[in-house]
Protein backbone atom coordinates (compact mmCIF):
# COMPACT_ATOMS: atom_id res chain seq x y z
CA UNK A 1 0.00 0.00 0.00
CA UNK A 2 1.03 3.86 -0.77
CA UNK A 3 1.53 6.49 1.62
CA UNK A 4 -0.27 9.80 1.15
CA UNK A 5 -0.91 13.05 2.02
CA UNK A 6 -2.22 15.96 0.07
CA UNK A 7 -0.46 19.53 0.20
CA UNK A 8 -2.80 22.91 0.08
CA UNK A 9 -1.23 26.49 0.98
CA UNK A 10 -4.72 27.39 2.74
CA UNK A 11 -3.30 24.90 5.31
CA UNK A 12 -0.45 25.90 6.45
CA UNK A 13 1.35 25.49 10.20
CA UNK A 14 3.26 28.88 10.43
CA UNK A 15 6.64 30.39 8.94
CA UNK A 16 9.78 28.71 9.71
CA UNK A 17 12.38 31.02 12.03
CA UNK A 18 15.57 30.56 10.86
CA UNK A 19 16.91 30.19 14.36
CA UNK A 20 14.98 26.85 13.93
CA UNK A 21 18.87 25.61 11.64
CA UNK A 22 21.04 26.68 15.12
CA UNK A 23 23.47 25.12 16.49
CA UNK A 24 26.00 24.55 19.68
CA UNK A 25 29.52 25.40 20.33
CA UNK A 26 30.29 24.09 24.15
CA UNK A 27 33.54 24.26 26.10
CA UNK A 28 33.49 20.15 25.91
CA UNK A 29 36.27 17.72 24.64
CA UNK A 30 37.69 18.96 21.25
CA UNK A 31 34.34 20.76 20.30
CA UNK A 32 36.40 24.16 20.56
CA UNK A 33 39.73 23.08 20.78
CA UNK A 34 41.02 22.08 17.90
CA UNK A 35 37.63 21.80 16.43
CA UNK A 36 36.41 24.72 15.70
CA UNK A 37 40.41 26.76 17.02
CA UNK A 38 43.46 25.53 16.13
CA UNK A 39 46.62 27.94 16.04
CA UNK A 40 49.26 26.63 13.87
CA UNK A 41 46.48 24.37 12.13
CA UNK A 42 47.56 24.88 8.18
CA UNK A 43 44.22 26.34 7.46
CA UNK A 44 44.06 28.90 10.72
CA UNK A 45 43.31 32.27 9.92
CA UNK A 46 45.77 34.65 11.89
CA UNK A 47 42.92 34.37 14.98
CA UNK A 48 43.55 30.42 14.95
CA UNK A 49 40.22 30.11 13.58
CA UNK A 50 40.29 26.63 11.18
CA UNK A 51 39.26 28.19 7.65
CA UNK A 52 38.30 24.43 6.75
CA UNK A 53 35.94 24.19 9.71
CA UNK A 54 34.78 27.51 9.23
CA UNK A 55 33.93 26.29 5.04
CA UNK A 56 31.58 23.97 6.24
CA UNK A 57 30.16 25.35 9.23
CA UNK A 58 29.13 28.38 6.31
CA UNK A 59 27.95 24.91 4.10
CA UNK A 60 25.77 23.43 6.75
CA UNK A 61 23.64 26.46 7.28
CA UNK A 62 23.84 27.22 10.59
CA UNK A 63 22.62 30.36 11.86
CA UNK A 64 21.58 30.38 16.09
CA UNK A 65 24.84 29.39 17.84
CA UNK A 66 24.74 28.51 21.01
CA UNK A 67 27.60 28.88 23.64
CA UNK A 68 29.52 28.50 26.09
CA UNK A 69 27.44 25.48 27.40
CA UNK A 70 25.51 23.29 28.19
CA UNK A 71 26.69 22.04 31.98
CA UNK A 72 29.56 24.06 31.20
CA UNK A 73 28.27 27.27 31.68
CA UNK A 74 27.15 26.30 35.50
CA UNK A 75 30.95 27.04 36.26
CA UNK A 76 31.38 29.07 34.08
CA UNK A 77 33.46 32.62 35.07
CA UNK A 78 32.93 34.84 32.17
CA UNK A 79 35.77 37.58 33.00
CA UNK A 80 38.19 34.53 33.14
CA UNK A 81 37.65 34.17 28.89
CA UNK A 82 38.58 38.06 27.74
CA UNK A 83 41.46 40.28 27.72
CA UNK A 84 44.80 38.51 26.88
CA UNK A 85 44.90 35.40 26.05
CA UNK A 86 48.44 34.55 27.63
CA UNK A 87 47.22 35.89 30.86
CA UNK A 88 44.19 33.87 30.84
CA UNK A 89 43.77 31.48 34.28
CA UNK A 90 43.60 28.11 33.63
CA UNK A 91 40.53 26.54 35.67
CA UNK A 92 38.84 22.90 36.69
CA UNK A 93 36.09 22.01 34.82
CA UNK A 94 33.86 19.78 36.75
CA UNK A 95 31.28 19.35 33.87
CA UNK A 96 33.58 17.37 31.94
CA UNK A 97 36.42 16.78 34.46
CA UNK A 98 39.02 18.51 32.11
CA UNK A 99 41.34 21.56 32.31
CA UNK A 100 39.74 24.60 30.76
CA UNK A 101 42.69 26.96 29.54
CA UNK A 102 40.20 29.78 28.17
CA UNK A 103 42.22 30.32 25.34
CA UNK A 104 39.38 30.49 23.55
CA UNK A 105 36.91 33.19 25.34
CA UNK A 106 33.85 35.52 24.56
CA UNK A 107 35.71 37.79 21.81
CA UNK A 108 37.27 34.80 19.89
CA UNK A 109 33.20 33.21 20.01
CA UNK A 110 31.96 36.48 18.43
CA UNK A 111 34.89 36.30 16.01
CA UNK A 112 33.93 33.35 14.70
CA UNK A 113 29.96 34.15 14.07
CA UNK A 114 31.13 37.23 12.02
CA UNK A 115 33.37 34.94 10.34
CA UNK A 116 30.73 32.47 9.57
CA UNK A 117 28.97 35.31 8.01
CA UNK A 118 25.42 37.05 8.82
CA UNK A 119 23.10 34.14 8.90
CA UNK A 120 24.79 33.13 12.33
CA UNK A 121 23.58 34.75 15.52
CA UNK A 122 25.12 34.57 19.18
CA UNK A 123 22.54 32.69 21.96
CA UNK A 124 24.65 33.32 25.04
CA UNK A 125 24.26 31.23 28.31
CA UNK A 126 24.52 33.06 31.27
CA UNK A 127 25.57 30.92 34.46
CA UNK A 128 22.67 29.94 37.07
CA UNK A 129 24.35 27.38 38.78
CA UNK A 130 27.37 28.61 40.37
CA UNK A 131 26.39 32.71 39.77
CA UNK A 132 23.73 34.66 39.95
CA UNK A 133 22.02 37.89 39.09
CA UNK A 134 24.98 40.10 39.24
CA UNK A 135 27.12 38.39 37.27
CA UNK A 136 24.78 37.72 34.52
CA UNK A 137 24.43 41.85 34.70
CA UNK A 138 28.41 42.40 34.21
CA UNK A 139 28.28 39.96 31.13
CA UNK A 140 25.49 41.52 29.41
CA UNK A 141 27.37 44.72 30.33
CA UNK A 142 30.81 43.90 28.92
CA UNK A 143 29.60 42.53 25.70
CA UNK A 144 26.45 45.00 24.66
CA UNK A 145 26.56 47.94 26.34
CA UNK A 146 28.36 50.54 23.87
CA UNK A 147 30.53 52.33 25.71
CA UNK A 148 31.31 54.96 28.92
CA UNK A 149 31.47 52.54 32.08
CA UNK A 150 33.51 50.30 33.78
CA UNK A 151 32.78 46.71 31.86
CA UNK A 152 32.29 48.38 28.60
CA UNK A 153 35.38 50.01 28.70
CA UNK A 154 37.60 46.69 29.70
CA UNK A 155 35.64 45.20 26.41
CA UNK A 156 36.85 48.38 24.46
CA UNK A 157 40.43 47.50 26.16
CA UNK A 158 40.20 44.42 25.29
CA UNK A 159 40.24 45.64 21.29
CA UNK A 160 36.47 45.04 20.44
CA UNK A 161 35.07 48.58 20.08
CA UNK A 162 31.47 47.43 18.93
CA UNK A 163 29.78 46.03 21.01
CA UNK A 164 28.42 41.98 20.76
CA UNK A 165 25.08 42.77 20.32
CA UNK A 166 23.57 39.75 21.58
CA UNK A 167 20.06 39.66 22.10
CA UNK A 168 19.38 36.21 22.78
CA UNK A 169 20.15 34.42 26.11
CA UNK A 170 19.75 31.07 27.91
CA UNK A 171 19.62 31.73 31.66
CA UNK A 172 21.17 28.73 32.73
CA UNK A 173 21.31 25.47 31.42
CA UNK A 174 19.20 21.75 32.67
CA UNK A 175 19.09 23.46 36.06
CA UNK A 176 16.44 20.64 36.56
CA UNK A 177 19.63 17.03 36.31
CA UNK A 178 21.16 16.48 39.25
CA UNK A 179 24.71 16.23 37.55
CA UNK A 180 24.22 19.92 37.13
CA UNK A 181 26.61 21.82 39.01
CA UNK A 182 24.33 23.84 41.16
CA UNK A 183 21.46 21.71 40.19
CA UNK A 184 17.94 23.53 41.58
CA UNK A 185 14.39 22.68 42.57
CA UNK A 186 12.16 24.33 39.74
CA UNK A 187 11.25 26.75 42.89
CA UNK A 188 14.63 27.88 43.34
CA UNK A 189 15.10 27.79 39.41
CA UNK A 190 12.29 29.84 38.77
CA UNK A 191 12.82 32.64 41.46
CA UNK A 192 16.35 33.18 40.46
CA UNK A 193 15.44 32.93 36.04
CA UNK A 194 12.55 35.41 37.06
CA UNK A 195 15.26 37.64 39.08
CA UNK A 196 17.55 37.82 36.81
CA UNK A 197 14.95 38.03 33.34
CA UNK A 198 13.84 41.51 35.21
CA UNK A 199 17.61 42.80 35.28
CA UNK A 200 18.46 41.97 32.32
CA UNK A 201 15.53 44.16 31.07
CA UNK A 202 16.09 46.66 33.05
CA UNK A 203 19.53 46.88 31.22
CA UNK A 204 17.89 46.55 27.62
CA UNK A 205 13.79 45.68 27.60
CA UNK A 206 14.61 43.84 23.96
CA UNK A 207 17.07 40.99 25.34
CA UNK A 208 14.96 37.66 24.14
CA UNK A 209 15.47 35.24 27.33
CA UNK A 210 15.06 31.46 27.68
CA UNK A 211 14.41 29.87 30.54
CA UNK A 212 15.40 26.14 31.65
CA UNK A 213 12.54 23.36 30.45
CA UNK A 214 13.61 19.88 31.81
CA UNK A 215 16.49 18.36 30.54
CA UNK A 216 14.59 15.65 28.75
CA UNK A 217 11.17 13.96 28.93
CA UNK A 218 12.04 11.57 31.04
CA UNK A 219 12.97 13.13 34.12
CA UNK A 220 10.44 12.51 37.21
CA UNK A 221 9.97 16.05 37.41
CA UNK A 222 8.95 16.89 33.82
CA UNK A 223 5.79 18.78 33.22
CA UNK A 224 5.51 19.92 36.95
CA UNK A 225 9.08 21.82 36.51
CA UNK A 226 8.21 23.57 33.40
CA UNK A 227 4.26 24.56 35.26
CA UNK A 228 6.65 25.95 38.01
CA UNK A 229 9.00 27.38 36.24
CA UNK A 230 6.96 29.80 34.09
CA UNK A 231 4.53 30.90 36.54
CA UNK A 232 7.56 32.50 37.79
CA UNK A 233 9.17 33.99 34.60
CA UNK A 234 5.85 33.53 32.01
CA UNK A 235 5.73 37.68 31.79
CA UNK A 236 9.86 38.02 32.17
CA UNK A 237 10.70 35.23 29.06
CA UNK A 238 10.01 34.59 25.73
CA UNK A 239 10.83 30.63 25.39
CA UNK A 240 11.39 27.69 27.28
CA UNK A 241 13.72 25.11 27.02
CA UNK A 242 13.64 21.21 25.27
CA UNK A 243 16.02 18.89 25.33
CA UNK A 244 16.51 15.35 23.55
CA UNK A 245 19.13 12.87 22.26
CA UNK A 246 18.01 9.27 21.45
CA UNK A 247 19.94 6.56 20.54
CA UNK A 248 19.45 2.64 19.21
CA UNK A 249 19.15 0.68 22.50
CA UNK A 250 19.57 -3.02 23.21
CA UNK A 251 19.09 -3.74 19.39
CA UNK A 252 15.80 -1.88 19.18
CA UNK A 253 16.15 -0.56 15.63
CA UNK A 254 12.54 -0.57 15.12
CA UNK A 255 11.95 2.06 18.33
CA UNK A 256 14.73 3.95 17.27
CA UNK A 257 13.41 4.81 13.75
CA UNK A 258 10.62 5.99 15.34
CA UNK A 259 11.98 8.41 18.11
CA UNK A 260 10.60 11.68 16.55
CA UNK A 261 7.21 10.18 17.79
CA UNK A 262 8.69 10.87 21.06
CA UNK A 263 10.09 14.42 20.31
CA UNK A 264 6.67 15.11 18.95
CA UNK A 265 4.87 14.56 21.85
CA UNK A 266 7.67 16.10 23.66
CA UNK A 267 7.01 19.30 22.04
CA UNK A 268 3.15 18.79 22.17
CA UNK A 269 3.59 18.54 26.04
CA UNK A 270 5.79 21.18 26.68
CA UNK A 271 3.12 23.94 24.34
CA UNK A 272 0.23 22.26 26.42
CA UNK A 273 2.20 23.15 29.25
CA UNK A 274 2.91 26.50 28.12
CA UNK A 275 -0.45 27.79 27.45
CA UNK A 276 -1.94 25.62 30.62
CA UNK A 277 0.16 28.47 32.67
CA UNK A 278 -0.57 31.16 30.16
CA UNK A 279 -4.12 29.96 30.59
CA UNK A 280 -4.25 30.40 34.40
CA UNK A 281 -2.36 34.18 34.15
CA UNK A 282 -5.21 34.85 32.07
CA UNK A 283 -2.63 35.98 29.68
CA UNK A 284 -2.81 36.08 25.95
CA UNK A 285 0.92 36.33 25.65
CA UNK A 286 2.30 33.18 24.07
CA UNK A 287 5.60 31.00 25.14
CA UNK A 288 7.63 29.55 21.90
CA UNK A 289 9.89 26.67 22.33
CA UNK A 290 13.70 26.48 22.03
CA UNK A 291 14.48 23.40 21.59
CA UNK A 292 18.32 23.86 22.09
CA UNK A 293 19.92 20.79 22.48
CA UNK A 294 18.37 18.08 19.94
CA UNK A 295 20.31 14.97 18.23
CA UNK A 296 21.21 11.49 18.24
CA UNK A 297 23.88 10.57 21.02
CA UNK A 298 25.16 7.19 22.38
CA UNK A 299 25.05 8.55 25.64
CA UNK A 300 24.66 5.67 27.60
CA UNK A 301 28.11 4.38 26.13
CA UNK A 302 29.60 7.77 27.14
CA UNK A 303 27.61 7.42 30.86
CA UNK A 304 29.37 4.07 30.94
CA UNK A 305 33.01 4.55 30.21
CA UNK A 306 32.86 8.11 32.23
CA UNK A 307 31.75 5.56 35.07
CA UNK A 308 34.30 2.84 34.71
CA UNK A 309 37.38 5.38 34.31
CA UNK A 310 36.77 9.53 35.38
CA UNK A 311 38.73 11.55 33.63
CA UNK A 312 41.88 13.35 35.04
CA UNK A 313 41.57 17.15 34.14
CA UNK A 314 42.85 16.64 30.61
CA UNK A 315 43.26 19.69 28.32
CA UNK A 316 40.45 19.20 25.35
CA UNK A 317 40.13 15.16 24.97
CA UNK A 318 38.68 13.10 22.55
CA UNK A 319 34.81 13.07 24.54
CA UNK A 320 31.84 12.03 23.22
CA UNK A 321 32.80 11.49 19.24
CA UNK A 322 29.98 9.90 17.93
CA UNK A 323 30.29 8.29 14.47
CA UNK A 324 27.04 7.92 12.59
CA UNK A 325 26.12 5.91 10.49
CA UNK A 326 23.37 5.85 7.67
CA UNK A 327 20.80 4.69 9.98
CA UNK A 328 21.47 7.50 12.32
CA UNK A 329 21.23 10.02 9.97
CA UNK A 330 17.35 9.17 9.16
CA UNK A 331 16.79 9.13 12.47
CA UNK A 332 17.93 12.66 12.41
CA UNK A 333 16.81 13.24 9.49
CA UNK A 334 13.02 11.92 11.09
CA UNK A 335 14.09 14.57 14.19
CA UNK A 336 14.68 17.70 11.82
CA UNK A 337 11.57 16.77 10.58
CA UNK A 338 9.48 16.59 13.92
CA UNK A 339 10.83 20.29 14.29
CA UNK A 340 9.90 21.76 11.40
CA UNK A 341 5.90 20.19 11.76
CA UNK A 342 6.13 22.11 15.21
CA UNK A 343 7.33 25.31 13.27
CA UNK A 344 4.52 27.29 14.63
CA UNK A 345 5.97 27.20 18.55
CA UNK A 346 9.54 25.98 17.88
CA UNK A 347 11.56 28.81 16.63
CA UNK A 348 14.60 28.13 18.13
CA UNK A 349 16.41 24.76 17.82
CA UNK A 350 20.03 23.93 18.17
CA UNK A 351 21.47 20.61 16.70
CA UNK A 352 23.66 19.78 19.54
CA UNK A 353 26.63 19.70 18.81
CA UNK A 354 28.77 21.61 16.06
CA UNK A 355 32.12 19.99 15.58
CA UNK A 356 34.03 17.05 17.25
CA UNK A 357 31.08 16.39 19.89
CA UNK A 358 28.30 14.37 18.52
CA UNK A 359 28.69 16.79 15.75
CA UNK A 360 27.89 17.04 12.00
CA UNK A 361 31.89 17.79 11.34
CA UNK A 362 34.88 16.46 12.83
CA UNK A 363 38.57 17.13 12.55
CA UNK A 364 41.47 15.43 13.07
CA UNK A 365 44.34 17.48 15.00
CA UNK A 366 46.73 19.23 12.36
CA UNK A 367 44.21 17.05 9.79
CA UNK A 368 41.54 17.30 7.71
CA UNK A 369 37.58 18.03 8.52
CA UNK A 370 34.89 15.71 7.09
CA UNK A 371 31.20 15.67 7.02
CA UNK A 372 29.36 12.59 9.24
CA UNK A 373 26.52 11.43 7.55
CA UNK A 374 24.20 13.43 9.59
CA UNK A 375 25.30 16.95 7.72
CA UNK A 376 23.26 16.20 4.97
CA UNK A 377 20.13 16.20 6.09
CA UNK A 378 20.51 19.45 8.18
CA UNK A 379 22.28 21.29 5.46
CA UNK A 380 19.61 20.26 2.90
CA UNK A 381 17.27 21.35 5.38
CA UNK A 382 18.52 24.62 6.19
CA UNK A 383 19.05 25.64 2.48
CA UNK A 384 15.51 24.76 1.38
CA UNK A 385 13.32 24.34 4.50
CA UNK A 386 12.44 27.86 4.56
CA UNK A 387 9.62 29.89 4.53
CA UNK A 388 6.05 28.18 5.73
CA UNK A 389 5.79 24.84 6.72
CA UNK A 390 2.16 23.12 5.22
CA UNK A 391 0.06 21.01 7.16
CA UNK A 392 1.22 17.17 6.13
CA UNK A 393 -1.71 14.55 7.67
CA UNK A 394 -0.03 11.68 6.90
CA UNK A 395 -1.59 8.73 5.82
CA UNK A 396 0.49 5.31 5.51
CA UNK A 397 1.19 1.90 6.41
CA UNK A 398 2.40 1.39 9.91
CA UNK A 399 4.72 -1.27 11.88
CA UNK A 400 4.82 -2.07 15.07
CA UNK A 401 7.68 -0.91 17.76
CA UNK A 402 8.12 -2.05 21.30
CA UNK A 403 8.57 1.88 22.73
CA UNK A 404 6.02 3.38 20.41
CA UNK A 405 3.19 0.69 19.76
CA UNK A 406 1.90 1.24 15.93
CA UNK A 407 3.96 3.79 13.83
CA UNK A 408 3.42 5.04 10.35
CA UNK A 409 6.31 3.92 8.37
CA UNK A 410 6.09 7.47 6.45
CA UNK A 411 7.34 10.65 8.09
CA UNK A 412 7.40 13.91 6.69
CA UNK A 413 7.12 17.40 5.76
CA UNK A 414 6.57 20.37 3.58
CA UNK A 415 8.03 23.74 3.29
CA UNK A 416 6.97 26.23 0.54
CA UNK A 417 9.43 29.23 -0.67
CA UNK A 418 8.29 32.48 -0.70
CA UNK A 419 9.45 31.66 -4.71
CA UNK A 420 6.59 29.73 -4.63
CA UNK A 421 8.36 26.35 -4.79
CA UNK A 422 7.39 23.77 -2.35
CA UNK A 423 10.26 21.16 -0.69
CA UNK A 424 9.21 17.59 0.72
CA UNK A 425 11.35 16.29 3.06
CA UNK A 426 9.94 12.28 3.83
CA UNK A 427 11.62 9.27 5.71
CA UNK A 428 11.08 5.84 5.23
CA UNK A 429 11.18 3.97 8.61
CA UNK A 430 11.33 0.64 7.18
CA UNK A 431 14.51 -0.95 7.39
CA UNK A 432 13.47 -4.21 4.26
CA UNK A 433 10.35 -2.38 2.11
CA UNK A 434 10.27 0.31 -0.24
CA UNK A 435 7.28 2.63 0.08
CA UNK A 436 5.24 4.04 -2.62
CA UNK A 437 4.48 7.71 -1.57
CA UNK A 438 1.39 9.49 -3.34
CA UNK A 439 1.12 13.79 -2.89
CA UNK A 440 -1.76 15.36 -4.20
CA UNK A 441 -0.80 19.09 -5.00
CA UNK A 442 -3.86 21.49 -4.46
CA UNK A 443 -4.18 25.20 -5.21
CA UNK A 444 0.02 25.26 -6.11
CA UNK A 445 0.78 25.72 -10.22
CA UNK A 446 3.63 23.55 -9.65
CA UNK A 447 4.58 21.01 -12.59
CA UNK A 448 8.32 19.81 -12.01
CA UNK A 449 10.56 17.79 -10.10
CA UNK A 450 13.62 20.28 -9.75
CA UNK A 451 15.39 17.36 -7.54
CA UNK A 452 14.82 13.86 -5.47
CA UNK A 453 17.70 13.52 -3.58
CA UNK A 454 17.91 10.27 -1.43
CA UNK A 455 20.39 9.29 1.63
CA UNK A 456 20.69 5.60 1.87
CA UNK A 457 22.79 2.14 1.68
CA UNK A 458 22.94 -0.76 0.96
CA UNK A 459 24.63 -1.14 4.86
CA UNK A 460 22.37 0.69 6.94
CA UNK A 461 26.12 0.46 9.26
CA UNK A 462 27.63 2.83 6.60
CA UNK A 463 29.28 6.17 7.67
CA UNK A 464 32.02 8.15 6.85
CA UNK A 465 35.22 7.38 8.78
CA UNK A 466 38.26 10.23 8.87
CA UNK A 467 39.86 6.81 6.35
CA UNK A 468 36.90 7.02 4.02
CA UNK A 469 34.89 10.34 4.37
CA UNK A 470 33.01 10.27 1.56
CA UNK A 471 31.76 6.77 2.46
CA UNK A 472 28.09 8.20 2.51
CA UNK A 473 26.86 11.45 0.47
CA UNK A 474 23.29 12.14 -0.99
CA UNK A 475 22.53 10.70 -4.42
CA UNK A 476 19.75 11.86 -7.26
CA UNK A 477 16.98 9.46 -7.03
CA UNK A 478 15.29 8.51 -9.80
CA UNK A 479 11.60 8.02 -11.22
CA UNK A 480 10.13 10.46 -9.34
CA UNK A 481 7.06 12.09 -11.27
CA UNK A 482 4.78 15.15 -11.30
CA UNK A 483 1.90 14.52 -12.96
CA UNK A 484 -1.51 16.39 -12.97
CA UNK A 485 -0.67 17.75 -9.81
CA UNK A 486 -0.15 14.04 -8.33
CA UNK A 487 3.95 13.50 -7.22
CA UNK A 488 4.25 10.34 -7.01
CA UNK A 489 7.67 8.36 -6.10
CA UNK A 490 9.05 5.69 -3.68
CA UNK A 491 10.76 5.63 -0.90
CA UNK A 492 13.70 3.56 -0.83
CA UNK A 493 14.17 1.34 2.80
CA UNK A 494 15.58 3.28 5.59
CA UNK A 495 15.88 6.38 3.66
CA UNK A 496 15.91 10.16 3.87
CA UNK A 497 14.46 11.99 1.17
CA UNK A 498 14.44 15.76 -0.22
CA UNK A 499 12.16 16.39 -3.16
CA UNK A 500 12.38 19.89 -4.54
CA UNK A 501 9.19 20.59 -6.87
CA UNK A 502 8.30 24.23 -8.96
O1 LIG B 1 25.44 18.32 24.68
C1 LIG B 1 26.07 17.60 25.70
C2 LIG B 1 25.45 17.86 27.08
O2 LIG B 1 24.16 17.35 27.10
C3 LIG B 1 25.27 19.30 27.48
O3 LIG B 1 26.41 19.86 28.06
C4 LIG B 1 24.16 19.22 28.49
O4 LIG B 1 23.40 20.40 28.53
C5 LIG B 1 23.37 18.01 28.06
O5 LIG B 1 23.13 17.16 29.12
Known amino acids: ?28 GRCVYTGIYEPGHPTADEAGLRTDVLGLVRELGVTAVRYPGGNFVSGYRWEDSVGPADERPRRLDLAWRSTETN ?11 RKIGPQAEPMMAVNLGTRGVAEALELQEYANHP ?25 GNEMDGPWQTGHKTAAE ?12 RQMDRDVELVACGSSSRAMETFAAWEATVLAETYDLVDYISLHAYYEE ?12 VDMESFIENVVATCDHVGARLKSSKKINLSFDEWNVWYMRRFQEQADAEPLDWPEAPRLLEDNYSVTDAVVFGSLMIALLRHADRVTVACLAQLVNVIAPIMT ?7 KQTTFFPFAQASRYGRGRVLDVRIDSPAYVTPKYGEVPL ?5 VRGDDGTVTVFAVNRSQSEPLPLEVALHGMPLGSVLEHSVLA ?18 REARGTTLRGGTLSTVLEPLSWNMIRLA
Do not use: Q
Request: aromatic share 10%.
Open 189 to 200: YGRLAAETARAM
Open 364 to 370: EPGGPAW
Open 410 to 414: LHATA
Open 457 to 474: DTDPEARNTLADPERVTP
Open 103 to 113: RFGLSEYIAFL
Open 147 to 171: AGTALSERRVAHGDKDPFGIRLWCL
Open 249 to 260: LDGDRDSFLASA
Open 1 to 28: AAARFTLDPAFAVGDVDPRLFGSFVEHL
